[in-house]
């Protein structure tokens, strides 16, 4: 016979025992899921490939993102200066805020343009 260990109780403002979600799942066994008509596609592969557009467009204009990034006072006119400047979303300006600067390079440009290529061959089929 298999044992698992207890789980932590932890005390709420109102008293309740709170069971933490695992150990839920644990005892009473997954949910079954039914499986979907269609398989709908992988959202993160499409996030990645909005994440490296942005990247890409970053890179090509690379002394002017550079110039906002070095004159923005703060990280939310970091972002809204990249999105007008690129016409780039949220998440993009996110992204490139958070990329070393070294990364700026034609190399790293190269790199990440093969391989939204190959995300946008695979998304694709």
């Not at 698992?4 to 009473?28: E, F, M």
Request: net charge neutral; charged share 25%.
């Amino acid at each position: 016979m298999t044992t698992y260990a207890q789980p932590t109780i932890r005390r709420s403002t109102r008293h309740r025992h709170v069971v933490p979600a695992l150990w839920r799942q644990v005892v009473r066994g997954a949910p079954k899921m039914a499986e979907p008509a269609h398989a709908e596609p992988d959202r993160s592969a499409f996030t990645q490939l909005e994440i490296y557009d942005g990247i890409l467009a970053a890179v090509d204009h690379r002394a002017e993102v550079l110039d906002v990034i070095a004159t923005s006072p703060d990280r939310e006119s970091s972002i809204r200066s990249l999105r007008e400047l690129l016409e780039i979303t949220n998440l993009q300006a996110t992204a490139i805020l958070d990329l070393p600067l070294d990364r700026f390079t034609a190399e790293s440009r190269d790199r990440i343009a093969h391989r939204a290529t190959e995300l946008r061959a695979a998304l694709t089929h």
